[in-house]
């Protein structure tokens, strides 16, 4: 959020934005997606509700899997449980709200488009 916050109050040149964990590395999509995020929880402030956002996004993440695996065929039903006993999915999601899962979520649309036949949506996905 100190990297979006210092896009936010005007600075465009990414060299010059910086946070704790080092410059900004992640395209302006990212950027976007966290000032969005910026704006929903009162300047980063309010963490449970970013939580909440994130345990949302999982969900969906899990969703889309699970409908992946469906329009595959061939994978057995009980697979689906394992997907939520992953720790490292949780953390990623609910704990310290990366921006990967954004990008992941998308995939996971993008791939589903593709099966389901809704090539043109899968391509402005991924």
């Known amino acids: 959020m100190i990297q979006t916050d210092l896009y ?3 600075e465009r040149d990414y060299a010059q934005i910086k946070g704790p964990t080092g410059p900004l ?7 976007q997606v966290f000032r969005l995020l910026h704006d929903l929880t009162n300047g980063g402030i309010n963490v449970a509700f970013a939580q909440q956002i994130f345990g949302a996004l999982y969900l969906l993440s899990l969703t889309l899997t699970c409908a992946i695996y469906r329009q595959a065929g061939g994978v057995p ?3 689906v449980f ?3 006993l ?6 990623i999601f609910v704990l310290r709200l990366f921006n990967d ?5 998308a995939v996971q ?3 589903l488009s593709y099966q389901t036949g809704w090539d043109d949506l899968g ?4």
Request: aromatic share 12%; proline share 6%; charged share 5%.
């Open 101 to 105: 899962c954004w990008a992941l979520v």
């Open 123 to 126: 391509t402005v996905l991924f």
């Open 25 to 31: 590395v992640y395209p302006a999509g990212h950027v």
């Open 82 to 84: 394992l997907l939520p």
């Open 86 to 91: 992953s720790k490292r999915l949780h953390s």
């Open 77 to 79: 039903n009980w697979i």
């Open 8 to 10: 936010i109050h005007g």
């Open 109 to 111: 649309a993008a791939i």
